[in-house]
């Protein structure tokens, strides 16, 4: 018998039929991919209602806002979101590759 590649072990993956699928959080000590890409997303959309925010108050001139502040929320809104749609992406191609190794 061959020994785990990379501390890959019996005690870190289900049996049976997974597939070598890693279990939740409560087995690995992580969090879940699914909780991570959750967070990420409600980052960006929370970043973004900050821009929002900052620009509105801009517009109306209820507080005082400077053309900097502006233009830095509204770029840091503008780079998450880039960010997070190029994440998709990769998780979009590493996907279909896996998908076609099987084929």
Known sequence: ???PIGGVGPGRFQGG?????PLGPE?????SFAE???DALSD????QDEARSTIEAFVRGDREVTIHELMAASEEAS???EL???MRNK??????????MQT
């Open 1 to 3: 018998m061959t020994a």
């Open 17 to 21: 039929d997974s597939g070598g699928i």
């Open 27 to 31: 087995r690995t000590g992580g969090r």
């Open 36 to 38: 991570t890409m959750a």
């Open 44 to 47: 960006v959309s929370q970043t």
């Open 79 to 81: 780079l998450s979101l």
């Open 84 to 86: 997070l749609v190029e």
């Open 91 to 100: 998780l979009t191609e590493a996907y279909r590759s896996i998908m076609n």
